[in-house]
């Protein structure tokens, strides 16, 4: 009833085995388990809509990793977007700024970088900024009075 449709959208149908480097980037829709080794980003085509990619403890990734929902056991070098959850598992080691919109992190898993929380949209295109700048502010004057 529920958990039918996040079960639909969280279906691992591709899978980089132990043993397997991808030198290149990755597009992929709805789920991948990286088991393997990627040189190169790895991004869900999906965007915000869904996808989920799994990094196993084998799994390694150097390059940018893009998904909604995200989950390491293994290692990532490069930065980090999520725009669901990100699952830090005890082995997870990431070399890297993570930008989340919501962060489950086990003790042992290691970030060597930023975490920067970024709700909604932002998550998926960090450095964004609004259109119009502030308006600079006056200098406070103040008075003191001797008496």
């Known amino acids: 009833m529920f958990g039918r ?4 959208q969280k279906e691992i149908a591709s899978l980089i085995g132990i043993g397997t480097t991808v030198i290149g980037d990755i597009a992929f829709t709805g789920g991948l388990r990286v088991d393997g080794t990627v040189r190169g980003a790895v991004r869900c085509v999906d965007g915000e809509k869904g996808g989920m990619l799994v ?9 940018e990793v893009r998904a909604a929902h995200l989950v390491v056991a293994g ?5 980090v977007y999520t725009t669901e959850l990100i699952e830090l598992q ?18 042992g898993a290691v970030v060597d970088g930023k975490l920067v929380h970024a709700p909604g949209e932002a998550a998926a295109r960090p450095g964004l900024k609004l259109a119009a700048p502030a308006p600079p502010r006056e200098p406070m004057k103040t008075e003191a009075k001797a008496g």
């Open 5 to 8: 449709k996040s079960r639909a």
């Open 90 to 107: 005890p082995k997870a080691r990431v070399i890297g700024d993570v930008y989340y919109q919501a962060l489950e992190m086990h003790n």
């Open 55 to 63: 990094i196993s403890e084998h799994g390694v990734v150097e390059g």
């Open 75 to 79: 290692r990532i070098e490069g930065p």
